[in-house]
């Protein structure tokens, strides 16, 4: 167990549709990444958190939006879903930076 | 930018040989790398990790070499099982960047 907890594990929708995939990062740690991973792909990353702030951004698409809360518990938003958004999104934390990357189980996102 | 594979290398090893993955990295200011394994349908797991200024690092049954000069770091497998059957990937930071880029991938596939 690597202690970031990622709610929903699997979450089936419709076109068109808006999701909130949750995350809750290690006890201690202000970073927040988000990662998608679709099939036979590697991990691309989304954007980034650090103690509530948008550090970094990646190939994150306009229709997507997350951010990072007080108690350090992230969402990423997923918008006007496409059958293409689906794909395993993974959330990650860690402490002060240039440390490993702790990785939660993912959600698993349908969208038929 | 992120790096992202869009097919999977595979390496087919025999259980009980040893086995060698490779990583390549762009960037010369990378300064710690990361190891990880992931299973079908999980998260990413921390296997082990090295700093820039050690060349070699040692786990239970896993090695990771690092040469600077040719920005290329490798994990070795000692006695394979079946157990160890998973995608690997890479990842660099660089200090302060709160950056990591995650190598394409390579799936090992042990062969009983």
Redesign the interface.
Known sequence: D?G?TQTPKHLITATGQRVTLRCSPRSGDL?V?WYQQSL??????LI?Y?NGEE??K??ILERFSAQQFPDLHSELNLSSLELGDSA?Y?C?S?GW??????????T?LSVL | GESVGLHLPTLSVQEGDNSIINCAYSNSASDYFIWYKQESGKGPQFIIDIRSNMDKRQGQRVTVLLNKTVKHLSLQIAATQPGDSAVYFCAATTSGTYKYIFGTGTRLKVLA
């Open positions: 690597s970031v970073s990444y036979d792909q590697g991990l691309q990353f980034q650090y550090r970094a990646g190939n395993l993974f990650a860690s930076g240039n440390e490993k990357l702790f990785f939660g189980s993912g698993q």
